[in-house]
């Protein structure tokens, strides 16, 4: 069963995914492809900018040292993790919860949450696969306003 809107695996799949579940959050329609490419670029951009005014608390965690990964990061086609999902959710200021496929279950489960400081209300859904690819999870529910309106 694919819950997944399509998001290519392009290196920026977490960050499509984002966007494209933010706009879906925001009650916006799905954002074309090279709309949602763009934006993609930008959250990459913001999101690396926030790791550095951030660096106190995020230094720690990151692999390696840290400004050759915010670097690296700011690469087009750099995979994502989860040091970016939490990136995402404070430059956006909303939750973000990453769901797989249980197949044991055969159900969606809940494997990591971020952001849950600005609320646990309709949060961003992800969906990841396995394998370093993440998608958008089509399922929104509610229509909570957020900064996103202003954003996207």
């Given at each position: ?17 984002v966007v ?54 700011r690469q087009?086609h750099v ?74």
């Amino acid at each position: 069963m694919d819950f997944g809107s399509g998001i290519p695996g392009d290196g920026r799949c977490l960050f499509r995914s984002v966007v494209h579940g933010a706009c879906l959050r925001a009650g916006k329609p799905s954002p074309s492809e090279s709309r949602e490419k763009e934006l993609a670029d930008e959250l990459r951009a913001t999101v690396a900018d926030e790791f550095i005014k951030r660096r106190a608390d995020t230094e720690w965690f990151v692999e390696g040292d840290f400004d050759t990964y915010v670097a690296h990061m700011r690469q087009p086609h750099v995979w994502g993790g989860e040091p970016e999902l939490l990136m995402s959710s404070h430059v956006l200021q909303v939750p973000i919860t990453v769901h797989m496929w249980d197949k044991k279950k055969n159900c969606l489960k809940v494997i990591a949450e971020y952001g849950q400081e600005y609320g646990k209300e309709n949060p961003i859904r992800v969906l990841y696969h396995g394998y370093g690819h993440y998608d958008a999870l089509q399922s929104p529910s509610g229509r909570l306003q957020s900064k996103l309106n202003k954003r996207f």
